[in-house]
T-cell receptor, first 114, second 118 residues
């Protein structure tokens, strides 16, 4: 157990639907990062939140959004889903002190869009 | 901005053979360097990291990596691989300097998939 919790582990939904992925960071970590991993695109950085505020944005589609709540858990919302959105979605966390010490990853949510 | 190159997309080695996975980085100073491993269907697990000091770092599962400033490399090695080492391996680089809270972004390479044959 890495300390980063992602739910659900698996999600199957239809095209056009909307889903929410949840991440609880490791205790004490203030930064949360979301990644998408697919076979053809590899590990893609989507977005980072630090202490409730958006800090960095990567290759995140406009149909996707995220937020970090006061208790520091984060949610990634995916809407108008397409077949190509099928992927593993990872959350990672770090301390947020500004000193790079690496990330702790969750075990991911596997999203299948049918 | 920093970048990472893992030139080998896929490597196959025999069980018991030695292993070296290549990682080259681009950064203006000495970066923070990491290797992560991802088993099928799992999240990424930290294998080892380099911050400063001894350029040969030891990690978990018998892995080691050597930082070579002159070659901008941080190659991962293992003297004898086991079938359980079959996984995807990611090199990552982080920028030094500052205490800008929340500014701890890592840049990941595209990964190297390791296959072990009996």
């Amino acid at each position: 157990d890495s300390g980063v919790t992602q739910t659900p582990k698996h999600l199957i939904t239809a095209t056009g639907q909307r889903v929410t992925l949840r991440c609880s960071p490791r205790s004490g970590d203030l930064s949360v990062y979301w990644y998408q991993q697919s076979l053809d695109q590899g590990l893609q950085f989507l977005i980072q939140y630090y202490n409730g505020e958006e800090r960095a944005k990567g290759n995140i589609l406009e149909r996707f959004s995220a937020q970090q709540f006061p208790d520091l858990h984060s949610e990634l919302n995916l809407s108008s889903l397409e077949l190509g959105d099928s992927a593993l979605y990872f959350c990672a966390s770090s301390a947020g002190t500004g000193r790079v010490r690496g990330y702790t990853f969750g075990s991911g949510t596997r999203l299948t869009v049918v | 901005a920093q970048s990472v190159t893992q030139p080998d997309i896929h490597i196959t080695v025999s069980e018991g053979a030695s292993l070296e996975l290549r990682c080259n980085y681009s950064y203006g100073a000495t970066p923070y360097l990491f290797w992560y491993v991802q088993s099928p269907g799992q999240g990424l697990q930290l294998l080892l990291k380099y911050f400063s000091g001894d350029t040969l770092v030891q990690g978990i599962k018998g892995f080691e990596a050597e930082f070579k400033r002159s070659q901008s490399s941080f190659n991962l090695r293992k003297p004898s691989v086991h079938w359980s080492d079959a996984a995807e391996y990611f090199c990552a680089v982080g920028a030094r300097g500052g205490t800008n809270f929340g500014n701890e972004k890592l840049t990941f390479g595209t990964g190297t998939r390791l296959t072990i044959i009996p």
